[in-house]
Each structure stands twice: as structure tokens, then as C-alpha cells.
């Protein structure tokens, strides 16, 4: 069964640096989201992208966080200057068809990467 | 906007017993319900949806239903097995985007 794969599984890094979330959506898949889960809390959007574009994002998705599809397989996620709070797991997702509104359509999400900010 | 409440307690219960967890959301009723089934350290797993116009839907061991006048929503496991045990999100369309939003998700724990 298809699915979405994303690297790396866990990263920790230095407060202040930058990471990279990479994710491979599913093949025939055109909207991509990255979803955030802080330990404990419930899973919240960060952003949604379809035809190289960000069709939407939420209030934590500020400044800091850049999405961006280099080739036509990988999805990341970038974190420019990284803050103790931005400790999280980060899940990719893809579905084939947009969701929400009356579509119905199912998203899929990765395994997650889990970043811890010292 | 949309408020999802899952009771954030634990759920405890004997193998082969029906588990019945709740969702209720607090505004608009939504076109359609999704649940999603989430072990420790992976991502969520998509299981069910339900439109508005169902009122009950079925797969498998699940069931889930969908009360719009309650504002609620009832995911049942029936003959519940300890692979049933992980956290189970509820997930609405959030109004007016092309996003969801979830619940904080209930955690099954099932008894050998």
C-alpha cells in the first residue's frame, strides 16, 4: 500500500539552527500538508500546498517555518531558528483530491519526525 | 470556530467488551466525521468517515455515528482485542478552509 515516508525519524538540534523535514508524498497525490503534534496535544495544521503554492496556513506557521518542493517527489518542511517550543513531531500528509469543505477526501500521513530543540 | 472535546481520560476495558468513545464538537455541525487511530510515535491512521446524512456507518468491528442535532459523534469497537489498544482521534472540516481539525483523541486500552 502506498504511503508517506519522511526523514529524518528523530533530530535533535541546537536552539538557533535550522532543520529540514523531508517528506515523499504519495505518487499521484497534489496537496501536501505538514501537521504538527507537541507531546501530550492534539495533532494541529500547519500548512497546506498544491501547485507549488501554500494554499493555507495557520498562526504558528510564521516567518520561521518555510514550505517548499524541490523536485517532484520530496516535500519539506524548513525551521529557520529554532526555539525550544518548536519541539514537536511533525507529520507530512498527502491526499489526492483537497480536503475539508463537503470533500470528504482522505488524508495520509507519515510516521513523523520527531524534533527535539536543546 | 470549531471546538472538537474527546474525553481525555484513559479508557479501560476487557478484552472482547465494546468500547464506545465520544466526540462532540461545539458550533456548526460538519458535512462529514472522520476517525483516525494513532499508536505511540507514529502517525494518525485514518479508519471511518461519516457524512451528516448517515447516521451510522460500519467496518469491520467499527461503527461509528453521527448525531448533527447532539452535536456528536460515538466510535464503537465491538469484540475488542488488546491490538485495539491506541489513542483514537475524531477529525472535522474546519469551516470555510480546506483543512481539519482533531480532537486531542481518547486512549483505548484493552485488557487481556
Known amino acids: 500500500e502506498p504511503e508517506v515516508t519522511q526523514t529524518p525519524s528523530h533530530q535533535v538540534t541546537?536552539?538557533?539552527?535550522?532543520?529540514i523535514l523531508r517528506c515523499v508524498p504519495?505518487?499521484?497525490?497534489l496537496y501536501f500538508y505538514w501537521y504538527r503534534q507537541i507531546l501530550g496535544q492534539k495533532v494541529e495544521f500547519l500548512v497546506s500546498f498544491y501547485n507549488n503554492e501554500i494554499s493555507e496556513k495557520s498562526e504558528i506557521f510564521d516567518d520561521q517555518f518555510s514550505v517548499e518542493r524541490?523536485?517532484?517527489?520530496?516535500?519539506?518542511l524548513k525551521i529557520r531558528s529554532t526555539k525550544l517550543e518548536d519541539s514537536a513531531?511533525?507529520?507530512?500528509?498527502s491526499s489526492e483530491a483537497p480536503v475539508g469543505g463537503y470533500s470528504g477526501n482522505t488524508i495520509y500521513f507519515g510516521e513523523g519526525s520527531w524534533l527535539t530543540v536543546v | 470556530?470549531?471546538?472538537?472535546?474527546?474525553?481525555?481520560?484513559?479508557?479501560?476495558?476487557?478484552e472482547g467488551k465494546t468500547a464506545t468513545l465520544t466526540c462532540n464538537y461545539t458550533n456548526y455541525s460538519p458535512a462529514y466525521l472522520q476517525w483516525y487511530r494513532q499508536d505511540p510515535g507514529r502517525g494518525p491512521v485514518f479508519l471511518l468517515l461519516i457524512r451528516e446524512n448517515e447516521k451510522e456507518k460500519r467496518k469491520e468491528r467499527l461503527k461509528v455515528t453521527f448525531d448533527t442535532t447532539l452535536k456528536q459523534s460515538l466510535f464503537h469497537i465491538t469484540a475488542s482485542q488488546p491490538a485495539d489498544s491506541a489513542t483514537y482521534l475524531c477529525a472535522l472540516?474546519?469551516?470555510?478552509?480546506?483543512?481539519y481539525i482533531f480532537g486531542t483523541g481518547t486512549r483505548l486500552k484493552v485488557l487481556a
Open chain 1, 70 to 76: 524541490p523536485d517532484g517527489s520530496n516535500f519539506t
Open chain 2, 93 to 99: 472540516p474546519d469551516s470555510g478552509t480546506y483543512k
Open chain 1, 89 to 93: 513531531m511533525y507529520f507530512c500528509a
Open chain 1, 14 to 19: 541546537q536552539m538557533g539552527q535550522e532543520v
Open chain 2, 1 to 14: 470556530s470549531q471546538k472538537i472535546e474527546q474525553n481525555s481520560e484513559a479508557l479501560n476495558i476487557q
Open chain 1, 26 to 29: 504519495i505518487s499521484n497525490h
